[in-house]
């Protein structure tokens, strides 16, 4: 069984930075891709930028690319979520999630997920 927690939310301005964490325990974290998806009041969850196994492949939803940059550290069974540039409508509760679908399927989809966190909030406001 693999747990995931998340770490690093909290209250922002527009324009500021977080960084958010996942740390794994009871199994290694490299056996499978990682995801950050979150979710909005009032709209689906959605993936925001996902990573293969080794780190070698990312990928980013369109409205967060060249702010967010995805990274994991599978020695420290930890992967992570450094977000810049922050705007309102990044406001959400962020989920960390490990699956064994494609990097690009890990955020597309909410679904066929093997294990979840339970999310840290974001909330970017002046």
């Known amino acids: 069984q693999l747990q995931l927690v998340e770490s690093g939310g909290g209250l922002v301005q527009p324009g500021g930075s977080l960084r958010l964490s996942c740390a794994a325990s009871g199994l290694t974290l490299d056996y499978y891709k990682i995801g950050w998806l979150r979710h909005a009041p009032g709209k689906e969850r959605e993936g925001v930028s996902c990573i293969s196994n080794s780190g070698t492949f990312t990928y980013y939803q369109d409205s967060v690319k060249g702010r967010f940059t995805i990274s994991r550290d599978n020695a420290k069974n930890t992967v992570y979520l450094q977000m810049n540039s922050l705007k309102p409508e990044d406001t959400a509760v962020y989920y960390c999630?490990?699956?064994?679908?494609?990097?690009?399927?890990?955020?597309?989809?909410?679904?066929?997920?093997?294990?979840w966190g339970q999310g840290t909030q974001v909330t970017v406001s002046s």
């Open positions: 999630a490990a699956g064994r679908q494609p990097v690009q399927a890990m955020c597309g989809t909410t679904l066929m997920k093997d294990y």
